[in-house]
C-alpha cells in the first residue's frame, strides 16, 4: 500500500495567516491527489482533487499543488470557518490511502 | 435535493453481522462509482469498499476482504455494505461517497458524501 503522510499533525495559526500543509507519498503517484476537509462532527468534504484543482464551488483561499511523491495544501488567508482536520488521499493504486490528517486550530 | 443518506448502523457483538443502506437522490446514481469509507472513534478516514456503476468492477481493503461485501441497486438508487464476522475493530463511522467522475471505474476524489452512520462492535 502507498503511505501518505502529512506534516505537521496539527498546527495553530491566527485569522489571515498563510498556512501550509505538506503530503508526502512513499512512491510516485502522479497528480492523483485529493485534499479533504472535515469539520468537526461532520462528513469529509472535498477541496482540490488531481492535486491542484479546485472543486466547484470552494473559497479560492484554498490551492494544492505538486506532483510525483510531494505536494502542498495551502490556505492564503486563514478563517475562522476553516477550523477543521484535512486530508490527503491519494488514488494511484488501490487500496486508496489517507493520509494521517492535519488538525487546524486558531490561536 | 442532491444528498446521500446512510441508515443501518447500530450496536452488534463480536463476530456479527449488520447491513448498511445508503440512499441516493438528485443525481443519476447509476452513472457514477459508490464508495464506503469508515473512521474509527478520533482517528482517521479508511478507505473500505467501491463498486463502480455497473458492478463490475469492485474492490475491498484487506482488513474487510472475505467478510464485507458492497453492493448496489441502481433501480433503487441504493448502495449497500453487508458485514459480517464483526470485530472490535471495525468499530466506526461508516459514510458512502460517490466517485465525481461519470463512468469511472475504480476510486478516485470522491466529491459527495453521505452524514454517516455509526456501527459498533461490542460485547
Known amino acids: 500500500d502507498i503511505q501518505m503522510t502529512q506534516s505537521p499533525s496539527s498546527l495553530s495559526a491566527s485569522v489571515g495567516d498563510r498556512v501550509t500543509i505538506t503530503c508526502q507519498a512513499s512512491?510516485?503517484?502522479?497528480?492523483?491527489l485529493n485534499w479533504y476537509q472535515q469539520r468537526p462532527g461532520k462528513a469529509p468534504k472535498l477541496l482540490i482533487y488531481?492535486?491542484?484543482n479546485l472543486e466547484t464551488g470552494v473559497p479560492s483561499r484554498f490551492s494544492g499543488s505538486g506532483s510525483g511523491t510531494d505536494f502542498t495544501f495551502t490556505i492564503s488567508s486563514l478563517q475562522p470557518e476553516d477550523i477543521a482536520t484535512y486530508y490527503c488521499q491519494q488514488y494511484d493504486n488501490l487500496p486508496p490511502t489517507f493520509g494521517q490528517g492535519t488538525k487546524v486550530e486558531i490561536e | 435535493e442532491v444528498q446521500l443518506v446512510e441508515s443501518g448502523g447500530g450496536l452488534v457483538k463480536p463476530g456479527g453481522s449488520l447491513r448498511l443502506s445508503c440512499a441516493a437522490s438528485g443525481f443519476t446514481f447509476s452513472t457514477y462509482s459508490m464508495n464506503w469509507v469508515r473512521q474509527a472513534p478520533g482517528k482517521g478516514l479508511e478507505w473500505v469498499s467501491s463498486v463502480s456503476s455497473s458492478s463490475s468492477y469492485i474492490y475491498y481493503a484487506d482488513s474487510v476482504k472475505g467478510r464485507f461485501t458492497i453492493s448496489r441497486d441502481n433501480a433503487k438508487n441504493s448502495l449497500y455494505l453487508q458485514m459480517n464476522s464483526l470485530r472490535a475493530e471495525d468499530t466506526a463511522v461508516y459514510y458512502c461517497?460517490?466517485?465525481?467522475?461519470?463512468?469511472?471505474?475504480?476510486?478516485?476524489?470522491?466529491?459527495?458524501w453521505g452524514q454517516g452512520t455509526m456501527v459498533t462492535v461490542s460485547s
Open positions: 512512491q510516485d503517484i502522479s497528480n492523483y
Open positions: 488531481d492535486a491542484s
Open positions: 461517497a460517490r466517485v465525481s467522475i461519470v463512468g469511472a471505474t475504480g476510486p478516485g476524489a470522491l466529491d459527495m
